[in-house]
């Protein structure tokens, strides 16, 4: 009788590691922000004559992920009969022409400088770092047990003479 | 080993010469017809001298019947992998054990058991994939019957059972992932078999890290899938349905981890899931680690 062997052993370690991609963690926060971010558009009213052209969201800082999701996102959606255009930002010089103006965690130090550039404007400033909705910016993102959230300063909101919904406000923790 | 049991069996037909009957001379004429080659005639005696009272409670009409059955499955049936005339051999095999108790003829019919219960197993691992993968369980289920009658230690089985498990849990999220909207039973499939090898070896560091690698893909999956239409409110149950999932995959990795600190993927994983905790000083953390160990 001719003797076999097991030869589950091989199939099996070729079988069964599935890998993670680094990037995946990453893209599903992007997506997250990026619907927030769309979300603003739907609860906030910016002045008539930001109505025409593109709708600019600019970001300033890195971020491939964030950046590659607000693309997606833009092939898809309009703000009313406005296409979206995804700008990175790399001064705050840069922001002037911006409806929504998105500082990146690491680049939370030009809040200051934005601001300055965005006199006289109507630009939504969004940030990324505890304690900035008091120091200027109209919404910030924050975490709060394990889960992304947003707090909200509806007078620097309203200084850009920009109209937000109270249903926006409501979903937001309120900072003043 | 051949000649040894012709030898076998050529003895145990000389004894029963002297005491010939028309049944027995069944069992003879088949065991006759299988060394001329002529299996169609081997079988068609020795499934009748299975029927009749004068032969069918002899283990060694079993015993040859096992043999024919065999010799039909090596000969014929070996590329089949859900051969009928392998499970009607071991039926035999198990069937002349219970009824013949000595130790010769365990001792033979126990070879035969474990080199068909092996081309099961063997069998069930090259089913190993989306389409064969039914006859994989059905091999292997089989196979686990027929080993354990001949071998019933429990300890030298475990280390098949569990790779069994994570192996076919593998084919499982394989076929999730091909289609998650319809195949979503599948992903509780792959979750069940990686608990089942785990309730065999909670340091598997493999189905340790995969269960934890399912449920995090699982909540992944559950944000990028969102519609960016998505109001705030349903955004937020969706969060706390991926947290809920974050971290439940996070004992798993941090089991594979514990088992393997040095493992990339592990790394990976860890620093993945901290990150979509919203942790990010504990993400960081693993992922210098992985850049130590990648150096």
């Not at chain 2, 705030?232 to 088992?259: G, H, T």
């Amino acid at each position: 009788m001719k003797k076999l062997l097991f030869i589950f052993v091989s199939v099996i370690v070729m079988s069964s590691w599935v890998v993670v991609s680094p990037d995946q963690s990453e893209e599903a926060n992007a997506k997250i922000k990026t619907i927030y971010i769309y979300n603003f558009t739907k609860y906030i009213e910016w002045p008539s004559s930001y109505k025409e052209g593109n709708f600019v969201v600019g970001v300033l800082g890195t971020n491939p992920a964030l950046f590659s999701e607000l693309n997606k996102m833009a092939i898809s959606k309009m703000v009313g009969t406005q296409k979206f255009e995804i700008k990175l930002v790399s001064t705050p010089a840069d922001c002037s022409k911006c409806h929504i103006v998105y500082i990146l965690s690491d680049n939370s130090s030009q809040l200051n400088d934005v601001l300055g550039k965005l006199k006289g404007k109507s630009a939504l400033i969004v940030t990324d770092k505890s304690g900035l909705a008091t120091k200027g910016s109209g919404i910030n993102f924050f975490v709060d047990g394990n889960k992304q959230k947003i707090e909200l300063n509806r007078s620097n909101i309203e200084k850009y003479k920009l109209k937000v919904a109270s249903t926006l406000v409501d979903m937001a923790v309120q900072v003043k | 080993m051949l000649k040894i049991l012709r030898t076998i069996i050529f003895g145990l037909l000389l004894f029963r010469a002297v005491s010939l009957n028309a049944q027995q001379s069944r069992v003879d004429a088949a065991y006759t017809f299988l060394q001329k080659g002529d299996l169609d005639s081997a079988k068609a005696n020795i499934d009748l001298a299975i029927l009749h009272p004068e032969t069918q409670l002899d283990g060694q009409t079993w015993y040859v019947r096992g043999f024919v059955f065999k010799t039909i499955y090596n000969q014929n049936e070996k590329s089949n992998k859900e051969s009928v005339s392998r499970l009607e051999a071991l039926i035999s095999f198990k069937k002349s054990i219970s009824i013949d108790t000595s130790y010769e003829n365990i001792l033979e019919n126990i070879k035969n058991v474990k080199y068909l219960a092996t081309t099961l197993y063997n069998d069930a691992a090259a089913s190993l994939d989306t389409i064969d993968y039914k006859i994989a369980i059905k091999n292997f289920d089989i196979f686990r019957a027929y080993y354990l009658l001949v071998d019933p230690s429990t300890d030298n089985f475990k280390q098949k059972e569990i790779d069994f498990s994570n192996a076919i849990a593998t084919v499982y999220t394989q076929i999730y992932e091909g289609d998650r909207q319809g195949k979503a039973d599948f992903l509780n499939l792959a979750k069940a078999s990686y608990n089942k090898a785990l309730t065999f070896d909670p340091n598997n560091i493999n189905a340790n890290y995969n269960m934890g690698i399912l449920y995090y893909n699982q909540a992944v999956n559950l944000i990028r899938q969102s519609d960016y239409d998505l109001d705030i409110v349903a955004l937020n149950d969706v969060q706390d349905n991926s947290i809920n999932l974050f971290k439940a995959s996070l004992p798993f990795m941090e089991k594979a981890y514990s088992l393997d600190p040095n493992k990339r993927e592990t790394l990976l994983g860890l620093s993945g899931i901290y990150f979509s905790l919203n942790e990010k000083e504990k993400s960081n953390e693993f992922k210098q680690k992985l850049e130590q160990i990648e150096k």
